[in-house]
T-cell receptor, first 118, second 109 residues
Framework: KAGVTQTPRYLIKTRGQQVTLSCSPISGHRSVSWYQQTPGQGLQFLFE???????NKGNFPGRFSGRQFSNSRSEMNVSTLELGDSALYLCASSLGGDRGLVGTGELFFGEGSRLTVL | AQRVTQPEKLLSVFKGAPVELKCNYS??????LFWYVQYSRQRLQLLLR??SRESIKGFTADLNKGETSFHLKKPFAQEEDSAMYYCVLRMRNFNKFYFGSGTKLNVKP
């Protein structure tokens, strides 16, 4: 089974620009969640999508958004980039459960997209 | 608010010594606790979950609700245990995870 794939792996942007990151989950996984990892704040939950709907959301400003497609692939977008958005963005997929269930809690992570904002 | 605290950034032990990675959490509800591990040049992956009450690679962790702790233990550390370990809390019935800041375990030969 192919693992979680994130693209691009590295990118450099300037302040004020926007960026879109992509995540392809493991086949059959319907839940995709996104995390921001920085040296100062560690791993922070951004949001989770399940069956094309945002099911959970972290405490990030509205500049951070995401979506999920019918094939479970997900994208996240950051608009009006700030220097502080420089981070490793990790995507994780899981079975996610159904009918109010949330699954076993085993997340399968991608290698991440490293964003540098200049 | 939910919070996971791992007080040690770095823990160094010699091979064969016991190891305990500390984790404390704050959550008013009934939590689910996990340990995730990241070995060098590998992806973050699940090590164990409290609900399974299992031993993985010799590691165990017991959820102590009274002390709100979920410490990870292994009686005899091996060099291949060297990695970054994250304690993780999930709110029950939500697929939303809170990560601790991580502890880097270094097992010396």
């Amino acid at each position: 089974k192919a693992g979680v794939t994130q693209t691009p792996r590295y990118l450099i942007k300037t302040r004020g620009q926007q960026v879109t990151l992509s995540c392809s989950p493991i086949s059959g996984h319907r839940s995709v969640s996104w995390y921001q990892q920085t040296p100062g704040q560690g791993l922070q939950f951004l949001f989770e999508y399940f069956s094309e709907t945002q099911r959970n959301k972290g405490n990030f400003p509205g500049r951070f958004s995401g979506r999920q497609f019918s094939n479970s692939r997900s994208e996240m977008n950051v608009s009006t980039l700030e220097l502080g958005d420089s981070a490793l963005y990790l995507c994780a997929s899981s079975l996610g459960g159904d009918r109010g269930l949330v699954g076993t809690g085993e997340l399968f992570f991608g290698e991440g997209s490293r964003l540098t904002v200049l | 608010a939910q919070r996971v605290t791992q007080p040690e950034k770095l823990l160094s032990v010699f091979k064969g010594a016991p190891v305990e990675l500390k984790c404390n959490y704050s959550y008013s509800g009934s939590p689910e606790l996990f340990w995730y591990v990241q070995y060098s040049r590998q992806r973050l992956q699940l090590l164990l979950r409290h609900i399974s009450r299992e031993s993985i690679k010799g590691f165990t962790a017991d959820l102590n609700k009274g002390e709100t702790s979920f410490h990870l233990k292994k009686p005899f550390a091996q060099e291949e245990d060297s990695a970054m370990y994250y304690c993780v809390l999930r709110m029950r019935n939500f697929n939303k995870f809170y990560f601790g800041s991580g502890t880097k375990l270094n097992v010396k030969p």
